[in-house]
């Protein structure tokens, strides 16, 4: 894969963040060195392996349903500061 | 009797001229060594009685900045403490303040903190490592006793080596992660930094066990393992050690030399998969990374530019003014390799191999009691020339010492075991096989207690 303007823009705009023309020009080289190196694992065989072989104990607590408080004794809790500019309250 | 307050009117006279610190607690601190004082006269002792310790500021400390040296969070005050800190202070610890880091845990130099770059006490030229770059540098430095870092991939052990002192990464789940701000989740392990092997070991005892509030956290007991020079099986990684520098290669050799004198036996292998250690590592950490700091939109935690008015402007603005470049750099990274189309090609693939790589070093430890390598391969960079010249590659050929006990979860530490012809300190790596922590202590305090790299040449950084 070759990482081009097309493919930076999009990566951009998934990521939430607005990147100047020189920060463009870095990344794409950095993102197209990183991936012919990262193209190491394309090559590598390992049959029989699966995404979730790591896990050998369950790592979360047993799921107990349990009593939830109820939503009066919560309420000072939903009470957040105005973000977007000074009208918007919940 | 230990005389916190008295301690604490020391310190708070030092001059920090190595930015080893963003943030001291000095009330936080004389408060605590109050209720220390007032707990001692009732009859209670404490551990960790007279020691000043420094957290890195992605760890949570309450009612104390946590910046993760980020200008996203520059003004963010953790409600609670991590469960280390917490553990730390029950044990009588002084909290003296937050130390400097690279952004988020992000670089390997010290110098991507939002807060400046801190400094080498050995020479205030050169980096101090990274990410945790204060915890090394305020120990070094003789500032506190003990500090707290946190090790994705060598985090701690790299600054730790830098600056002469010695770095612990505990096994993967042995420490609670409760209260430390994630950068790769599966990697992620809070560590110490102290002098000595056998002052880490102390903190550790303190520090470590199952918590409940961290899903990660391991119920699993320390294997009992005893520590017995003549018995000692030791693999060298020979070709990391090929890698290295020459004076950092004749250091370890020294080392190794050291340990056979004693009685142990010694082997050399090769890894077999050396060559996708850093592609597997970087893959995963930068993904985990991507969706772990999707949460920093400026709306819940820190950074927030009140005059925009809509919500989508308004995360892309706080994002992209809050964040540095290596962290923005790290985030769309990770979001190609999780994207559509390249999660099978990289993501998926690199966890299956972490299970490859992990079950290779499972083998070499069926055989081996520990594994030796350098813990950093090059001499010390200077400040401003860390990686800034470096194309992608090289920038992180230094990994290739520590990312290893990260991707397979085992334990390892950074020991000081010689110096450059410069000056500067070399660290000798050592990685013992999972949760056999305490044994991997034994055998670097051992090698400390024979030899006198970690006190052989006085550390004296001007003002302090």
């Known amino acids: 894969m070759k990482i081009d303007d097309d493919i930076i823009n999009n990566l951009e705009k998934m990521s939430k963040l607005e990147i100047s023309q020189q920060e463009k020009e870095d990344l794409k080289k950095d993102l197209n060195e990183a991936i012919e190196y990262f193209d190491k694992l394309k090559n590598i065989s390992f049959e029989n392996i699966g995404l979730l072989d790591e896990i050998s104990e369950s790592i979360f607590r047993e799921d107990i349903p349990m009593e939830c408080k109820d939503k009066e004794s919560l309420g000072k809790y939903f009470s957040v500061p105005a973000v977007l500019g000074s009208g918007i309250k919940s | 009797m230990t005389d916190n307050k008295k301690l604490l009117d020391e310190f708070f006279e030092k001059k920090d001229d190595c930015k080893s610190f963003i943030t001291t607690c000095k009330k936080e601190a004389y408060e605590q060594a109050e209720y220390i004082e007032k707990e001692k006269k009732c009859g209670k002792s404490f551990v960790l009685d007279g020691v000043l310790a420094g957290i890195k500021d992605n760890i949570f400390t309450e009612n104390i900045k946590t910046t993760c040296a980020s200008k996203m969070l520059k003004d963010f005050t953790a409600p609670y403490d991590a469960e280390a800190v917490k553990r730390l202070k029950e044990n009588g610890a002084v909290i003296v303040g937050k130390v400097n880091m690279d952004e988020f845990a992000m670089g390997g130099s010290g110098e991507t903190s939002y807060f400046g770059a801190a400094k080498n006490p050995w020479n205030k030229k050169k980096i101090a490592g990274g990410s945790s770059s204060g915890s090394a540098s305020a120990v070094a430095g003789g500032l506190v006793d003990i500090t707290l870092g946190s090790d994705t991939g060598g985090s701690v052990r790299q600054p730790a080596s830098m600056c ?88 370890i050799l020294k080392a190794i030399d050291f340990f056979e004198a004693f009685g142990a036996k010694c082997e050399y292998f090769e890894f077999p998969y050396i060559d996708i250690l850093i592609p597997v590592y970087f893959v995963i950490a930068f993904s985990e990374a991507s969706s772990n700091l999707s949460r920093f939109d400026g709306i819940r935690y820190g950074f927030c530019d009140k005059e925009i008015k809509n919500a989508d402007e308004l995360f892309t603005k706080n994002r992209t003014l809050g964040f540095g470049k290596e962290v923005k750099k790290r985030i769309v990274m990770g979001n190609l390799f999780l994207s559509f189309g390249e999660n099978e090609t990289y993501y998926q693939k690199a966890v299956k191999l972490k299970r490859v790589i992990l079950n290779e070093y499972k083998k070499a430890f069926q055989k081996y009691d520990i594994i030796i390598s350098p813990t950093y391969l090059d001499k010390t960079p200077d400040l401003g020339k860390g990686k800034s010249n470096k194309n992608f590659i090289d920038k992180f050929k230094n990994e290739l010492c520590t990312v290893s006990a990260n991707i397979s979860g085992f334990p390892a530490i950074s020991v000081p075991c010689g110096f450059m012809s410069d000056g500067m300190p070399i660290g000798m790596h050592i990685m013992s096989d999972k949760f056999t922590d305490e044994f991997l202590l034994d055998t670097a305090s051992y090698f400390q207690n024979k030899t006198n790299f970690h006190i052989s040449k006085e550390v004296k950084p001007s003002g302090i």
Do not use: H, M, W
């Not at chain 2, 096994?171 to 392990?189: E, H, I, K, M, T």
């Not at chain 2, 918590?211 to 020079?229: G, L, V």
């Open chain 2, 164 to 251: 002469g002192v010695t770095g612990f990464k505990p096994s993967y789940g042995r420490v609670s992660r409760y209260g430390l701000v994630p950068y790769a989740s599966s990697y992620d392990q809070i560590g110490i930094i102290a002098k000595t092997a056998d002052e880490i070991k102390k903190v550790y005892k303190c520090i470590c066990g199952y918590d409940p509030k961290d899903s990660t956290s391991s119920k699993e007991s320390e294997k009992e393992k005893a520590f017995k020079p003549e018995t000692l099986k030791i693999g060298i990684e020979k070709n990391i050690l090929e890698y290295a520098d020459s004076e950092i290669r004749q250091a």
